[in-house]
């Protein structure tokens, strides 16, 4: 049975609220009669939080009825990835180490939301502490894939991307170290952005790896994440790392006319988009034919494309692995169950004993990275590891940066597998590990990168990714919106 | 003998910042209920985010200037991490540069103090971190008998003020010149006005000292700079002792226990401790133009040294007494002010050098500002200047006021107005009592056409009989007049 709900893009729950076609409240209801019929099956949620969330949709109908003013994002209903800090709502990083954990202070995307008009339905489920391609190392189990729940919905953030894919919630904030919102978005047909480092405010973001991680939108259509980023993006004095300068005026989209859109990309100089020929080549044929499709729809549009490559990409992998275990390494320390955490009473214990036991709790993965991040920056061992992946790192963005030059846009695909079981790649780190071989450029080079749905192959959706220089977010966005419309794709999973 | 080598490591909090390095939390961390002055940032809460104090940078750089260190280009921070209950977030922020490498990341490198003149120390590198929190060791009254267990209360008031690390080469031979050594960053940091050295903790010393060919021993826990020279005797005496009996010296960490004034080995680490450094991914480099040290320099407030070589040039004090005057900014500001309303620079730094700072303990002022302890400013020292110049009292009679004006902070011409101690001024009493000692020395009298000196003797018992309460001039022309009358 479809409801008039479903689907409903940010403008339209946005105006029906506003001209009283229905009510915050309503919405609101269907959402929460939403979760509770799918997550048990999806698992998305850690944590829902109804009563709130009915409460300050009722807040939103009283301004309506009283003629006051709402924000712009007032009645949209969205999920938070659980290692984004709420204020007194629960924030388990989905790990037992957090298990008990209320921050007192709301993380300044989730600020930015609330002050718009956002509600918070919940908490979504993630690999503990963002560590891993498929959900699967979360404390309450995997997250399943929405358009078949055998499969892996991809991940760190995999609760982001199925909670949207599946109705759970209008959009959702994910965050992305190595790939974390793109691949999830990519195995599970919908929208999601990593913005240049620096746009998004991390303040709150519990900490992975600081030097590349961002927090990004997830929606199911690429207006909804543009409206999203507007609101998140720009300057944070609670973030040294956040840039100065404006670069958060993005246009609506969803409002221009492609021939528009196209002109306006064409305005200054003849827009250019890259196909990274190479890697595509590289992926799986399911994969790789819709990117040699999407190239063509592009070029449908008298949008000038040809093939270049990345020499650099080899060393991208590994050097990501060391920088994001070294910063995690150190990141993590902090979880010692001495000021929050989980029960474990000290009596009786020695301090590093009581460290010992209390750290022995982290999930195999974490602690995995935790080892190696120790190892790659123990004396001895820090040129020969860390030292180098970090000239690895200034090397592949100096790279880009020359390509950038030429090209406006890079195209190559979001993963260069299709999704695949659960259970599937677990025991085999470096198998799971390759699933970020594709997204782990755009963090190291700290530029912006989307993963756009445009298909399915038995039955399971295929993402491509486009790369654009650092603050140039419109122009993905702008390319994103003009494939959008010509793939027409399927963003809304109601197969279960 | 062998060579003594003795090195520093000074920890100063920048207590007159108003917040403290990386959060907004108040610097003055003192005085309040356990961890009632944190936040997420300084708490180490999941997800909070450093954000840089840039007047720590610039008062950093002030330290880094005075020392005559080499600035960097890049300023960066650095992660050390180690597991510590005091550390919220179990690393430190704080400085590094691998060693033997070219980098200058630090606020400031290879600089060097004239601490006496002719001694000159090398300072090795000054880094700006993070203090951590507070531990507080509650050990039960009933050790001896009960099941209790001793446990430990932290109090994170403290973790995140800005700390200026200063380390010093090995090139002290003697405690005492540590001694005057740390006495001359105090006065530095004070004439900065970077530091109240006088709040208790703002400002610890580590020690390392090693003899001949011998291995370093780094002496921690030291509460006091007094203890500092104490420490280090007690350990030079003790490696020297070891060395007669031929036992060797080991390379390790020794704690001062301050009760029973000897140092006592730390419980050993089997190895070196690996720190981890790598940079803070988040605070970006910062970069220090030269503008930005020029403009810095320019606006310096005076130093010790320059401060003394003005006192000599601009109120022609000598050498000691203007380095006394210099050496703590109190004294010093207390001088120029008295100067200011009696213009009399020799006489008021008479007194001060001379007299007041008899009632200063130094030693003991720890903890405490000066005019906690003497209850004294520049308008007494001025008008008690002023009063012995213009002969209302006599230098005696000043200092029994002094030690009153100390006591009470009573104004000079008060003390004297109800007191005994006032100056016999009045001609007609001064009368009677040279009139009473020419009666008691007639044969004097009698030689004064002879000899020219009786009138000083005559005077000196007058003196005597007043307990010195006259004004001498006034008595002496008294008497000149009087045996003019006898002849």
């Known amino acids: 049975m479809t409801n008039r709900f479903q689907n409903y893009s940010i403008r339209q729950i946005h105006n029906g609220i506003k001209n009283e076609e229905f009510t915050s409240e309503e919405y609101v209801s269907y959402i929460i009669d939403r979760i509770e019929k799918k997550d048990e099956k999806i698992n998305a949620f850690i944590t829902v939080d109804k009563e709130k969330a009915l409460e300050n949709a009722k807040n939103i109908d009283k301004k309506i009825r009283d003629k006051e003013k709402i924000g712009i994002l007032a009645g949209v209903v969205m999920g938070i990835k659980d290692n984004i800090s709420t204020i007194d709502l629960k924030t388990t990083c989905a790990s037992l180490m957090l298990s008990d954990y209320y921050p007192p202070y709301d993380a300044t995307v989730v600020k930015r939301l609330k002050e718009n008009g956002v509600i918070i339905i919940g908490k979504l489920n993630m690999d503990e502490f963002g560590m891993g391609s498929t959900t699967e190392y979360s404390i309450i189990g995997p997250t399943k894939n929405p358009w078949n729940l055998d499969y892996v919905a991809g991940g760190s953030s995999g609760g982001s991307a199925a909670s949207v894919a599946s109705g759970e919630c209008t959009a959702s904030l994910g965050s992305d170290t190595g790939g974390s919102v793109r691949c999830p978005a990519s195995f599970c047909s919908v929208v999601g952005l990593k913005p240049t480092y620096g746009l998004v405010s991390r303040y709150g973001l519990v900490s992975y790896a600081n030097s590349l991680e961002q927090i990004g939108p997830v929606g199911r259509s690429v207006s909804d994440v543009s409206t999203l980023l507007k609101i998140i993006s720009g300057y944070d004095e609670k973030d040294n790392t956040t840039i100065s300068s404006d670069y958060t005026e993005y246009d609506d989209l969803d409002l221009k006319e492609t021939d528009q859109i196209i002109s306006d990309l064409n305005k200054n100089k003849p827009f250019k988009i890259g196909l990274l020929q190479d890697l595509t080549n590289k992926a799986d044929k399911e994969v790789s034919q819709y990117v040699y499709r999407s190239i063509d729809l592009l070029k449908e549009n008298h949008l000038e494309c040809d093939e270049t490559d990345i020499n650099s990409t080899e060393y991208a992998l590994p050097s990501y692995y060391t920088i994001a275990s070294a910063e995690a390494s150190s990141n993590l320390a902090r979880y010692d169950n001495i000021r929050y955490g989980f029960e474990l009473n000290p009596e009786g214990y020695e301090w590093n004993s009581y460290y010992s036991d209390s750290r022995s709790r982290f999930g195999s993965e974490v602690k995995r990275r935790i080892f190696v991040g120790t190892y790659v920056l123990s004396s001895g061992y820090y040129g020969k590891y860390y030292m180098k992946a970090q000239k690895a790192k200034s090397m592949i963005k100096h790279e880009l940066k020359t390509l950038f030059q030429e090209y406006d846009i890079l195209v190559l695909p979001t993963v260069p597998i299709l999704p695949f079981k659960i259970g599937e790649k677990i025991d085999d780190p470096l198998k799971m590990y390759l699933t970020d071989i594709y997204t782990v450029i755009a963090n190291l080079a700290g530029i912006p990168a989307i993963s756009l749905p445009v298909g399915f192959s038995g039955g399971l959706p295929v993402g491509i990714q486009l790369m654009a220089d650092e603050f140039k977010e419109k122009n993905l966005l702008a390319v994103s919106t003009i494939l959008e419309r010509m793939v027409n794709i399927k963003k809304y999973a109601d197969v279960f | ?487």
């Not at chain 2, 999941?46 to 005075?66: D, F, H, Q, R, T």
């Not at chain 2, 405690?175 to 050594?181: D, I, N, S, T, Y």
């Not at chain 2, 008690?384 to 005696?396: F, G, P, S, W």
């Open chain 2, 1 to 487: 003998m062998s060579k003594v080598r003795i090195g520093l490591e000074i920890h100063c909090q920048l207590t007159q910042l108003k917040s403290k390095l990386f959060c907004s939390c108040i610097a003055n961390y003192r005085n309040r209920d356990p961890n009632t002055n944190i936040c997420p940032v300084c708490y180490g809460l999941p997800g909070s985010l450093p954000v840089l104090n840039k007047k720590a940078i610039e008062y950093a750089c002030m330290i880094a200037i005075a020392l005559g260190c080499d600035m960097p280009k890049n300023l960066t921070f650095a992660r050390k991490n180690y597991f510590y209950p005091d550390l919220p977030k179990n690393f430190q922020i704080t400085q590094y540069d691998s060693p033997g490498s070219d980098n200058n990341t630090c606020i400031g490198k290879s600089g060097k103090l004239e601490y006496i003149s002719d001694k000159t120390v090398r300072i090795k590198r000054i880094q700006l971190e993070e203090d951590p929190g507070r531990l507080v060791h509650e050990i039960p009254a009933s050790q001896s008998g009960g099941n209790s267990l001793a446990y430990t209360l932290i109090d994170y008031n403290r973790a995140g003020v800005a700390l200026v690390e200063i380390v010093t080469e090995p090139d002290f031979n003697d405690p005492k010149e540590v001694r005057l050594f740390l006495n001359k960053i105090t006065s530095i940091l004070e004439y900065l006005n970077v530091c109240n050295t006088n709040l208790e903790g703002s400002v610890r010393c580590d020690a390392n000292v090693s003899i001949g060919a011998g291995k370093k021993v780094e002496i921690k826990n030291v509460g006091s700079f007094k203890d500092v020279e104490k420490a280090l005797s007690y350990e030079i005496t003790r490696q020297k002792t070891m060395g007669l009996h031929e036992i060797e010296v080991k390379g390790e960490t020794r704690h001062w226990d301050d009760k029973r004034k000897i140092t006592k080995q730390s419980r050993s680490k089997e190895e070196e401790e690996d720190y981890r450094y790598f940079p803070e991914p988040d605070i970006p480099i910062i970069k220090i133009e030269n503008e930005f040290i020029l403009n810095l320099s320019s606006k310096m407030p005076e130093l010790p040294d320059q401060r003394r070589k003005r006192f000599i040039e601009n109120y022609q004090l000598s050498e000691h007494v203007s380095e006394v005057l210099i050496n703590h900014k109190e004294i010093a500001d207390l001088f120029e002010k008295a100067v200011k309303i009696y213009q009399s620079p020799k006489s008021i730094s008479n007194w001060i050098v001379s007299d007041l700072m008899g009632f200063i303990d130094y030693e003991s002022l720890e903890g405490k500002p000066l005019n906690e302890i003497i209850k004294i400013d520049e308008k007494h020292i001025a008008e008690l200047a002023r009063l012995v110049d213009e002969n209302k009292i006599n230098r005696t009679v000043a200092k029994k006021i002094l030690t009153q004006i100390v006591n009470s902070g009573e104004m000079p011409t008060r003390i004297i107005d109800r007191s005994e101690l006032t100056k016999i001024g009045d001609s007609k009493t001064i009368l009677e009592f040279i009139e009473q000692v020419f009666m008691s020395e007639k044969n004097a009298i009698n030689d004064a056409n002879k000899n020219p000196n009786v009138a000083n003797f005559l005077l000196g018992k007058v003196m005597q009989k007043t307990k010195g309460n006259i004004d001498p001039k006034k008595a002496l022309e008294i008497i000149k007049k009087k045996l003019e009358e006898h002849k």
